[in-house]
T-cell receptor, first 114, second 117 residues
Framework: AQTVTQSQPEMSVQEAETVTLSCTYDTSESDYYLFWYKQPPSRQMILVIRQEAYKQQNATENRFSVNFQKAAKSFSLKISDSQLGDAAMYFCAYRSASSDKIIFGKGTRLHILP | GAGVSQSPSNKVTEKGKDVELRCDPISGHTALYWYRQSLGQGLEFLIYFQGNSAPDKSGLPSDRFSAERTGGSVSTLTIQRTQQEDSAVYLC???????????????FGEGSRLTVL
């Protein structure tokens, strides 16, 4: 069974600095999708960024980028120029290409220090 | 509606009572998911529905939990004989059919917070 592990329960970063959130996963499959979701204090979860495993190029969305290391089964999220609005829980998620089931890690709570 | 709607937003019940949580997905979305979020436990997968296929119930924690999706749209998660450990936020999400650039994006509701006394 696939698993997703986020080893950092909480992190803090100074405003305008860069922070990297870690995620590792375990799978025997070669084709899959990885995601980072953000859950602000308001509770509604939104998609931050997505990576297809067959793509070697790391996904980027404005200040958010990933470092996808397929061999190491690692999928970290980098947030550049951190802003107060980035404070939230961040969840890493996995979906195999052969199933619609999506599993999540336990999340990392990110604090932004003014 | 514009987004995924869940009701009730908050529910307080007594141990042993049954509860029903409702999810109204985005119109046209074929997939619907239920997750449970407990403090410090992340999102625990419960069940998902995809079109007319049999649902994947592999995450339901016990036979007290069940869910149905009527007409490929609204879903109800039912918890029978509630226990205190059932207290959590229950999140519903829907998704368009997986392909292309939309593959895998879940659209979440705001959740139903269940408190079992």
């Amino acid at each position: 069974a696939q698993t997703v592990t986020q080893s950092q329960p909480e992190m803090s970063v100074q405003e305008a600095e860069t922070v990297t959130l870690s995620c590792t996963y375990d799978t025997s499959e070669s084709d899959y999708y990885l995601f980072w979701y953000k859950q602000p204090p308001s509770r509604q979860m939104i998609l931050v960024i997505r990576q297809e495993a067959y793509k070697q190029q790391n996904a980027t969305e404005n200040r958010f980028s990933v470092n996808f290391q397929k061999a190491a089964k690692s999928f970290s999220l980098k947030i550049s120029d951190s802003q107060l609005g980035d404070a939230a829980m961040y969840f890493c998620a996995y979906r195999s290409a052969s199933s619609d089931k999506i599993i999540f890690g336990k999340g990392t709570r990110l604090h932004i220090l003014p | 509606g514009a987004g995924v709607s869940q009701s009730p937003s908050n529910k307080v019940t007594e141990k042993g009572k049954d509860v029903e949580l409702r999810c109204d997905p985005i119109s046209g979305h074929t997939a619907l998911y239920w997750y449970r979020q407990s403090l410090g436990q992340g999102l625990e997968f419960l069940i998902y529905f995809q079109g007319n296929s049999a649902p994947d119930k592999s995450g339901l924690p016990s036979d007290r939990f069940s869910a149905e999706r009527t007409g490929g749209s609204v879903s109800t998660l039912t918890i029978q004989r509630t226990q205190q450990e059932d207290s959590a936020v229950y999140l519903c999400a829907s998704s368009p059919k997986f392909h292309g650039s939309s593959a895998g994006e879940l659209f979440f509701g705001e959740g139903s917070r269940l408190t079992v006394l």
